[in-house]
């Protein structure tokens, strides 16, 4: 009987690490390179509540790029790093939730995000 019970301690402590494995979700938000969140895009995977900087190859170029968050609520920046930056006026971040580009926001362009509780 003992043997039995170390085999099951043994047996179930091997399987522990596969079984309450927790599979990680990322968030998807699409940046469209036109104004209107229509025509070219590029999709990034996002963790919630992280810091997310835009490739450099997209926020070197003057585009007149909009970004859909997919239903979730951004916050956007103007500098890396989600650093609160002064735009127009405001100290505030920018938070949206539905398709917008950065003029729309009072902004000239930005390139960092964040998804934040809506």
């Not at 920046?77 to 917008?100: A, D, H, L, Q, Y």
Request: glycine share 6%.
């Amino acid at each position: 009987m003992k043997e039995f019970v170390g085999f099951l301690v043994v047996f179930f402590g091997c399987l522990f690490p596969f079984v309450f494995t927790v599979v990680h979700q990322y968030d998807m938000v699409t940046i469209y390179m036109n104004s209107e969140c229509q025509g070219a895009e590029y999709k990034l995977m996002v963790d919630r509540g992280r810091c997310i900087d835009l490739p450099n190859w997209i926020s070197m170029r003057q585009w007149d790029m909009s970004m859909n968050p997919e239903g979730y609520c951004l916050r956007m920046f103007e500098t890396n790093n989600c650093k609160v930056s002064i735009m127009r006026g405001t100290k505030r971040p920018k938070e949206f939730n539905k398709c917008r580009n950065p003029r729309q926001m009072g902004m000239g362009s930005f390139k960092s995000f964040i998804i934040v509780p809506c």
